[in-house]
């Protein structure tokens, strides 16, 4: 790459125009990086949200113990929490306090909705170790509490799961068509510029100048007008995206939250400008020395 | 010959065409300049060399004027100094003096003849046959239809297929 982006002297930038090499293309790749960075960053979201459902969730059960008598309830309670704990697959068990379950019943119940002889079940939230399946506890569960009733959260969130799974694949395919859209933008260029400069071109061959030398004066041109495009596309899907997580921090949702970029993703949308650029000088020169060689 | 052999073989020929093909956004300078600069001279070590070319050819005063700006004649010199900057082993012009008036033609071939002094070899098509007499040392080749003949029966060193 260093050789790629070896500088020239002023003198040699001027053997071609001043101005804009290929008229719209900077324009171009700017709407190809816009969309490129915004496809990335749904596609690196969705990727963060679906870790963060398997992680979260779909690795936890959720038992409730179904007994109506409210001393037995407790007890097999009680003995649901021993039981989970003591098993090898379970990671951590938490029984919900009534206050919690006060909180979570509240929109349908209203306030003080629990304070009645309403029968509600016991809840207890286990997290499984990674591997774990809920069917490998149900025995020794149903044994120490005959009313329990387990609720596997990973059943209920996998049709969840491979829909962002289908989505991630779907944005990062959207990254490859528009890297591969930018890529023939490059070419067309490329080729525009050397109708233009033909005769240029020829004279600086009957001077002797090589394909390299020649292919050179346009790569440098075409990585400016790529960075150019990068910088303002990036810049501009950056900021929507800004907009877009404030609007997801309004809603509050722990599901559409943990779709925001952490730092790593931001340094990963950044470095597409970069890499669009590197791409850019690469297809413009092997478009170049292609076309050149087969001039005289 | 090999593609990639080109430009070395390029760079030992000077070229001046009918038509300059000098580039149209550079300056005069920076035209007689571009063989050096293709050859990869320093910019420190062509700026004198460059001047001094465009000094011999009546152009010093007119380093940074643009093709367009200058006349067919003054195009002609700036060709003719590019042709030359580099020393080419061999000078192939076409019609080189056919925009320029009789004193600059004739400074014009004697720089010609100084080179060819200095060891290279100079082609020169024209239709100035007067002119082209003023100078002893050219040879004289004459051809017409694609076939070389002798125009005056007086050529001093024919080719292999007239004798025959």
Do not use: Y
């Amino acid at each position: 790459m260093s050789a790629l982006l070896q500088t020239m002297g002023a003198a040699d930038r001027r053997l071609l125009p001043e101005g804009r090499l290929a008229g719209p293309m900077p324009w171009v790749i700017a709407i190809m990086m816009f969309l490129t960075v915004l496809a990335a960053a749904a596609g690196l979201g969705l990727g963060g949200a679906a870790a963060s459902l398997g992680a979260g969730l779909g690795n936890r059960v959720t038992v409730q113990i179904l007994e109506p008598n409210p001393d037995r309830r407790e007890a097999e309670a009680a003995r649901a929490v021993a039981r989970l704990q003591a098993l090898p697959e379970v990671a951590s068990v938490r029984r919900l306090a009534p206050a919690e379950m006060a909180e979570l019943l509240e929109p349908w119940l209203g306030p003080g909705g629990l304070e009645g002889d309403l029968p509600i079940p016991a809840m207890i939230d286990a997290q499984l170790i990674p591997g774990a399946r809920a069917d490998s506890i149900r025995p020794a569960l149903t044994s120490a509490a005959p009313s329990a009733r387990i609720d596997d959260n990973a059943q209920w969130l996998a049709p969840l799961g491979r829909l962002i799974s289908a989505l991630k694949w779907l944005a990062l395919g959207l990254v490859a068509l528009m890297i591969a859209a930018t890529a023939a933008t490059v070419v067309l260029a490329a080729r525009a510029a050397l109708d233009t400069h033909r005769a240029t071109i020829e004279v600086l061959h009957l001077m002797g100048a090589t394909d390299i030398q020649v292919a050179r004066l346009f790569q440098r041109r075409i990585a400016l007008d790529a960075l150019f495009g990068g910088v303002v596309g990036f810049a501009a899907a950056a900021l929507a995206l800004l907009l877009i997580g404030r609007r997801i921090g309004a809603l509050g949702s722990d599901l559409l939250g943990s779709a925001n970029l952490p730092a790593t993703g931001w340094l990963a949308l950044a470095l597409l400008p970069v890499l669009g650029v590197g791409l850019a000088m690469l297809v413009a020169r092997a478009t170049i020395l292609r076309a050149l060689g087969r001039m005289l | 010959m090999p593609r990639k052999r080109l430009p070395g073989f390029r760079r030992r020929i000077g070229v001046v065409f009918q038509d300059f093909r000098l580039v149209t956004h550079l300056s005069a300078f920076d035209n007689v300049a571009l063989p050096l600069r293709v050859a990869g001279v320093d910019e420190k070590d062509l700026q004198g060399p460059v001047s001094e070319m465009l000094a011999w050819v009546g152009l010093g005063h007119r380093a940074s004027a643009r093709p367009a700006t200058l006349s067919g004649g003054e195009q002609q010199r700036v060709a003719i100094a590019r042709a030359v900057i580099a020393r080419p082993e061999l000078l192939v012009a076409d019609e080189p003096t056919g925009n320029v008036d009789p004193e600059m033609a004739k400074r014009l071939l004697h720089l010609f003849d100084s080179l060819n002094k200095l060891g290279t070899t100079i082609v020169v098509a024209t239709h100035d046959l007067h002119l082209i007499s003023s100078i002893g040392s050219f040879e004289m080749l004459r051809l017409d239809r694609g076939t070389l003949l002798d125009p005056t029966g007086a050529l001093r060193h024919p080719p292999r297929r007239a004798e025959a």
